[in-house]
């Protein structure tokens, strides 16, 4: 089975009402995905990190 970005955000960051929906997807044993995928991913995981940084700071964007 091949997932793509929106999955794995979805289920990442609990994204309602697709975390429920997509939620067996990443637990299948037989998952594909690109490496593409991935660095979306992970750009996207930075990017939220970075801005629920900078909201606990008192940082105003």
């Known amino acids: 089975m091949f997932i793509d970005t929106n999955v794995i955000v979805y ?4 994204v309602e009402p697709y975390a429920n929906i997509v939620e067996p ?17 992970l750009f996207t ?13 008192g940082w105003r964007t």
């Open 11 to 14: 289920y990442l960051h609990a």
């Open 25 to 41: 997807y990443p637990r299948s044993e037989e998952l594909a995905t690109s490496l593409r995928v991935v660095d979306e991913a």
């Open 45 to 57: 995981l930075i990017r939220v990190k970075a801005w629920r940084d900078r909201v606990l700071r």
